[in-house]
């Protein structure tokens, strides 16, 4: 036998390896087993107020079963189109509304994420699309009637509010707080929950203002620089550090914003709530006299919109507020800003 045959015969070939189809039974009870675990790690490393959003999505489509004497866990495309016409018949936020779009959007979302997540259901892909495709044909009907749904878009928080707004802040510890909130708020196009998370730590303070490290967020962690502001009454840099000093935050990992006593004003160790971020908004804008009611997402729209006015890009802005780079809400925050500035009737008529 030639040297070339003996090497051909030392060559040993694999096997080959098992088909999913064919593992048997113990091999799929593993799989699931691990399966389930990594469902159960992701789920348990999200905010708590994600957590808590889709325990209320749950216990929303629990009551529809009882309801509608569907099996609880029997999350297919047909049981969740009569979710979604079930949920447009329920009552709103308020006296003589009815449920909103977006919430019944997030109802189905967060049905398949925790029949998924905790009880180990095996859903397709896109087990909610024709409930969702159900939703926009509702929407389309309502359109047409004239009738309205949820409260609407957060009104944006302008650049001539914030001036307002700081010259109404009292000169005690609570404007301190409120200005310094309200302006830092706007400078990172915050969410509620990404400013009530922020520690002390989170604030760092450079040369050329505050890398502002926004660390828990529903969407994506992200470091946001804060440059000093051309005029003091409104500038973040300089309100974060005469609240800090003001309130003495020497440690650290303390919260960033801290709530005060209701009587005394003084400074408690615990940090404010994400509800209780969006009622400091809501506050200082009465407080100044505006007549606009403001809401915890006001400033996040507010940067997008008066950064858009200055002619930032898209992309600019995005970054700064951790929207996805061609995000569809903010394309829409900035088309209102667009639509005259970038006009096809300009220099026509």
Not at 64 to 70: D, P, S
Not at 89 to 102: C, E, H, I, L, R
Not at 119 to 148: C, F, I, P, Y
Not at 159 to 173: E, K, M, Q, Y
């Amino acid at each position: 036998m030639s040297d070339s045959q003996k090497a051909v015969e030392a060559v040993v070939i694999p096997a080959a390896p098992t088909r999913p189809e064919e593992y048997d039974t113990a091999t799929r009870a593993v799989l699931d087993h691990i399966d389930r675990q990594a469902v159960r790690t992701v789920a348990d490393g999200q905010p708590e107020r994600t957590r808590s959003g889709y325990a209320q999505d749950w216990a929303s489509w629990t009551k529809f079963c009882t309801a509608a004497e569907v099996p609880m866990l029997a999350v297919t495309p047909g049981t969740l189109v009569m979710f979604v016409e079930w949920l447009w018949t329920q009552p709103g936020w308020k006296k003589g509304t009815f449920t909103a779009p977006s919430t019944i959007d997030r109802r189905l979302s967060g049905t398949v994420v925790s029949a998924r997540a905790d009880h180990g259901v095996r859903l397709e892909d896109g087990v909610a699309r024709l409930a969702r495709n159900r939703l926009k044909q509702l929407v389309k009907e309502m359109e047409a009637s004239g009738e309205t749904r949820g409260r609407g878009q957060a009104p944006p928080l302008l650049v001539d509010h914030l001036v307002a707004i700081s010259a109404a802040c009292p000169d005690n510890l609570t404007g301190i707080r409120d200005r310094a909130l309200v302006l830092m708020h706007f400078a990172v196009a915050g969410r509620e929950h990404e400013l009530a998370f922020n520690r002390v730590r989170d604030y760092e303070l450079t040369p050329d203002g505050i890398r502002a490290d926004l660390r828990v967020s529903k969407v994506h962690p992200r470091t946001v620089p804060v440059p000093y502001g051309s005029r003091p009454s409104i500038c973040p840099v300089r309100a974060w550090t005469a609240w800090k000093d003001a309130a003495d935050l020497t440690d650290p990992d303390g919260p960033a914003w801290r709530r005060l006593h209701n009587r005394w004003h003084t400074v408690l160790k615990g940090g404010l709530q994400p509800e209780s971020v969006g009622d400091v908004i809501t506050r200082a804008g009465e407080r100044a006299g505006i007549e606009i009611r403001f809401t915890g997402h006001s400033p996040r729209r507010g940067l997008a919109t008066s950064s858009r006015l200055k002619g930032h890009d898209q992309i600019v802005i995005a970054k700064q507020g951790g929207w996805a780079p061609h995000s569809k809400v903010l394309a829409g925050y900035l088309e209102v800003v667009d639509q005259w500035e970038d006009n096809a009737l300009l220099g026509v008529l």
